[in-house]
């Protein structure tokens, strides 16, 4: 037996356990150290691991928001977890909705075909926390979620649907047979084959969709609009209204690339941007403000740094109440 075997042998006992009490910040000194050697004992470990973390995060976001008996489908699934990849069941905490929700999580993220075999529908549950993380999905499509966004993705009856809240990006991998829905609580969007951003954040008023290539159909209640690499889309939710907007929005995907280079770009475009990298409530306190216009490079700037620059650079007062940041000031003095 190898080395690196014996290794893996040795952290195989009750990984889920550790896994369990480590996020709990239940873990001793030497648990945390068995969980981290174990871990970094093979990639499949890894990988594990942070698939209960993502349930994990998925379930701390709602008591049992994903709709199935948790108790029961989790007791489906643990001898299957147990022979195949040899790790026992989370223990039951005080906490029962929440152990209720990891399992959920946990069935939805590890495969479906392991319970149902290969014809079966499968079903994925992704989440980010704080923090954006990149996914491919059963398709082959890839799907990079911003902070806080949740998707839930499955695939029946010759089509490919997700259901969003938050804000992400899709690079859909093109099926002629099966269209590809993403689905908000507002609108939906009908692809076969191409790349665009969804945000479609709860707080937000408005939903935007952003084509960066390819075409899509949005769809609402009222009505329906194809859009173009390169067009926009917006749902005024107070109005329900949904227009196309004039040209896309160049920092729609600024939280994505790290970038935040701005180049006479009006208030009201920055503080969106900001607002979809630091997911923080902003906004002008004062409407006339989108006349004042922004060249700077803020790459790299945490947002307090960043809100002191403007108030700098545009004499603007910062204001807080709460989490909630306003800009305040004289569009005159900009």
């Not at 929700?101 to 994925?124: K, Q, R």
């Not at 969007?189 to 939903?207: I, M, N, P, W």
Request: proline residues 4%; negative net charge.
């Amino acid at each position: 037996m190898s080395l690196e075997r014996m290794k893996e042998e040795q952290y195989h006992d009750d990984p889920l356990l550790l896994i369990s009490k480590y996020l709990n910040e239940e873990a001793t000194a030497a648990e945390v150290a068995e969980l981290e050697a174990w871990v970094l004992a093979s990639p499949e470990n890894r990988a594990q691991f942070r698939e209960v973390q993502r349930a994990w995060a998925l379930a701390g976001t709602s008591e049992n928001r994903l709709g199935v008996d948790a108790e029961q489908e989790w007791e489906k699934i643990k001898p299957l977890i147990q022979s195949n990849a040899r790790v026992v069941a989370l223990p039951r905490r005080r906490t029962w909705w929440r152990v209720a929700s990891v399992a959920a999580a946990v069935v939805l993220i590890f495969s479906a075909y392991w319970l149902l075999g290969p014809t079966a529908t499968s079903e994925l549950a992704l989440a980010a926390a704080a923090q954006i993380e990149a996914e491919r999905l059963p398709d082959g499509s890839q799907v990079t979620l911003n902070q806080f966004a949740q998707v839930r993705y499955r695939e029946a009856a010759g089509q490919r649907r997700g259901e969003l809240a938050g804000d992400a990006f899709f690079d859909v991998q093109r099926d002629t047979e099966r269209p590809f829905l993403i689905t908000t609580d507002v609108l939906t969007v009908e692809v076969l084959g191409t790349s665009f951003y969804v945000d479609a954040r709860t707080a937000a008023g408005e939903t935007q969709v952003v084509v960066q290539s390819g075409r899509v159909a949005v769809r609402t209640a009222e009505r329906e609009m194809v859009l173009e690499a390169g067009e926009m889309a917006i749902y005024d939710k107070a109005r329900r209204n949904l227009r196309k907007a004039a040209d896309a929005d160049p920092y729609a995907l600024a939280w994505q690339s790290d970038s935040l280079v701005f180049d006479a770009t009006p208030l009201d475009r920055v503080v969106l941007a900001l607002q979809r990298k630091f997911h923080r409530p902003i906004a002008l306190r004062n409407p006339q403000l989108v006349r004042c216009k922004l060249t700077t490079d803020l790459t790299g700037l945490d947002l307090e740094a960043i809100l002191r620059i403007l108030a700098a650079t545009l004499q603007l007062e910062v204001q807080r109440e709460g989490e909630k940041v306003w800009l305040d000031g004289n569009p005159d003095n900009c």
